[in-house]
């Protein structure tokens, strides 16, 4: 089995759960914030500056990979570890969520998505088998299930239609998937805001006994609370020996409230994107760099932090760097946004280990702020 | 005296000269290339990646940072090595050059040149003195004389006008150049592609005794048999115990045809501006990393390059980046060039030290072709 979770134990304070997944490159701390590689490179990075930070574990997605450079390429280049220079652990979405988001230019029916290209328009069709092929052709050690993402809002019967569908999607990747010994494939639970759909979903994809699950179709739009809503009834509905995965979720406080709610990994592009916009996520809140009250301050962005940026650079430089359009600038900032992520997920760790992690919650937004 | 000015030994075979230049930041090995970092970073690159290929000087442009983020504000920084974090030379140019690019946005008097900003159209004026007090802010190790620089072609009575207003600027610079402990001054010979108008050029400026002389005026576009022409009777006008520098030519075969004139120090922004580009400075010659043969090329850019980027990528990876138009790969191409020219002008000095820079001159372009 390629996939195993070793839970070492349960915060007394907030019941978040320490634990380690076991993966064919590695083992992974969890909880565990995942960098995202869309296209086989962290915007901005080399590997050995993720190592640096101490990334345990990239994201990457099928999507753009099918159409760019395409799996095949990629599997003949000797798989996307190989490709990018990343022995470490890969999770590959299924391409499901993005191909969704194409709107107008794709097509659900029963047996796939027909889709249009948003590079140059020529038209694909993913499949459950497919997404599972072009995943295996990766070489991810873990890939995800090829699932269909409600918007928000969305009504009942559509979401229940729509969650049965990923079931037998679900169904259909599993029986697709042969390279069960160096890839584990994971189930994701669908079900919108309504509590008996996450439970119907849930208990049908239990069945299928995924090495993993994830909770899929939140931070999509909807408020915060509501999705903690969510959280807090489908945790518990995710079997305790397998690794939960909150897709999507990348802002401070909702890996806060994640992990309090029993979630052990989480994705999302935000201190990539926000960083490369120029805006900072420090000890302090958030650092917009061109703001005119950076012109001359000659500290570092965040004080406490210990990353290159910040050991080596001032606010006036990195500011500089963005109004000249400086690529350098956005490699600081990703740096340093990857790293204060990384490195909270550290403290989030060190705290349920020492049963406090509401304490590290209350202390930690004191000083960062909370965005709701 | 700022700046001091080695002969080891010229070349039995060429004329060449190997040398090291004594700066306030240490000791430069010449002949040298040296990367260009115009606005206070080398586009893409860390100080330290540039430290790991081995660059042992930059330079960095006036104009620029005199107009963002303002001499004054590098001033208060502690100057340019501390706000940018490069603690080994830094020359910069007197901006000369970059406001007479500006054409209609700029007009020429004795006094100094009134100009405005390409970046918001504001009116300024940049006299010899405002030229030195902009590089005094900078601190840089070396600084240029303001000169003016005539296109080419231009005809004999306005090159001979030019560089005699070049000489009264030098001689204005050299009086407002009071940092003389700290900062070197080097004066521009211009006198465009006529023989005797370089001579009298450099007659007038040796009269000024600066620790260091530049070619100005070549590289504008003629074709590079003039340009080896000027230079082999320009060079010989020029002091033994003082350092050359070639301003503006970054091609291989230029540096080398330049080394073998009698030049020490070059710099341009063409390693660099072709890397972001997607061409790559190879043993073999250009390599253009989008063409379709590279798609699936699992071979490194140079199998003779020992670079990062050789060691650890393919070129098929290195295409599928800039299709992709990712960071990484205008990072890893411009690491490679400029690793490139730098470790050719090692070999060059390592040439000149064994007497046989025409030997290697021959094998290099028998491999590398040679651009006209």
């Known amino acids: 089995m390629a996939i195993r979770y070793e839970l070492i134990k349960e915060c007394k304070q907030s019941g978040a759960r320490l634990g380690k997944i076991h993966t064919p490159h590695g083992v992974i701390e969890t909880p565990i914030f995942m960098?995202?590689?869309?296209?086989?490179?962290?915007?901005?990075?080399?590997?050995?500056?993720?190592?640096d930070i101490e990334a345990q574990i990239i994201l990457s997605n099928t999507y753009h990979l099918y159409l760019r450079p395409g799996h095949e390429l990629i599997k003949k280049a000797g798989g996307l570890h190989k490709f990018m220079n990343w022995d470490k652990p890969i999770l590959t979405d299924s391409g499901g969520f993005q191909v969704f988001s194409l709107g107008d230019l794709r097509k659900i029916t029963e047996e796939g998505v027909e889709f249009r290209?948003?590079?140059?328009?020529?038209?694909?069709?993913?499949?459950?088998?497919?997404?599972?092929?072009?995943?295996?052709?990766?070489?991810?050690?873990?890939?995800?299930?090829?699932?269909?993402?409600?918007?928000?809002?969305?009504?009942?019967?559509?979401v229940k239609k729509s969650l049965e569908r990923?079931?037998?999607?679900?169904?259909?990747?599993?029986?697709?998937?042969?390279?069960?010994?160096?890839?584990?494939?994971?189930g994701?639970?669908?079900?919108?805001?309504?509590?008996?759909?996450?439970?119907?979903?849930?208990?049908?994809?239990?069945?299928?006994?995924?090495?993993?699950?994830?909770?899929?179709?939140?931070?999509?739009g909807e408020p915060k609370p509501i999705m903690y809503e969510v959280l807090e009834y489908t945790a518990p509905l995710m079997?305790?020996?397998?690794p939960r995965y909150l897709m999507g979720v990348g802002s401070p406080d909702a890996l806060i409230e994640?992990?309090?709610?029993?979630?052990?990994?989480?994705?999302?592009?935000?201190?990539?994107?926000?960083?490369?916009?120029g805006t900072a996520m420090t000890s302090?809140?958030?650092?917009?760099?061109?703001?005119?009250?950076?012109?001359?301050?000659?500290?570092?962005?965040d004080p406490e932090?210990?990353?290159?940026?910040?050991?080596?650079?001032?606010?006036?430089?990195?500011?500089?760097?963005?109004?000249?359009?400086?690529i350098l600038g956005l490699r600081l900032m990703t740096l340093h946004n990857l790293h204060f992520l990384i490195k909270m997920m550290e403290e989030v760790r060190q705290a349920i280990r020492e049963d406090r992690l509401l304490d590290y919650r209350k202390s930690f937004f004191e000083k960062y702020g909370y965005d709701l």
């Open 258 to 277: 994640g992990v309090i709610r029993g979630i052990d990994m989480f994705d999302c592009v935000l201190p990539t994107r926000i960083g490369r916009n």
């Open 35 to 51: 960098p995202v590689g869309t296209q086989a490179t962290v915007k901005a990075m080399t590997p050995e500056e993720l190592k």
């Open 166 to 186: 990923t079931t037998r999607w679900a169904k259909r990747c599993k029986e697709a998937h042969t390279n069960t010994e160096k890839q584990g494939l994971f």
């Open 305 to 326: 932090c210990g990353c290159y940026t910040c050991k080596t650079y001032t606010k006036a430089y990195l500011r500089h760097l963005f109004k000249a359009n400086e």
């Open 117 to 158: 290209s948003h590079l140059d328009g020529s038209k694909h069709f993913i499949s459950p088998e497919k997404a599972v092929e072009i995943q295996t052709a990766l070489g991810s050690d873990i890939m995800m299930a090829f699932d269909e993402c409600p918007p928000y809002p969305a009504d009942y019967d559509y």
């Open 284 to 301: 302090q809140g958030k650092v917009v760099i061109k703001n005119a009250s950076n012109t001359e301050s000659f500290e570092p962005l």
């Open 239 to 242: 079997p305790k020996d397998k």
């Open 188 to 220: 994701i639970i669908q079900g919108g805001m309504f509590e008996d759909l996450r439970r119907q979903s849930a208990e049908e994809l239990l069945e299928l006994d995924f090495p993993g699950y994830a909770v899929g179709g939140l931070s999509v």
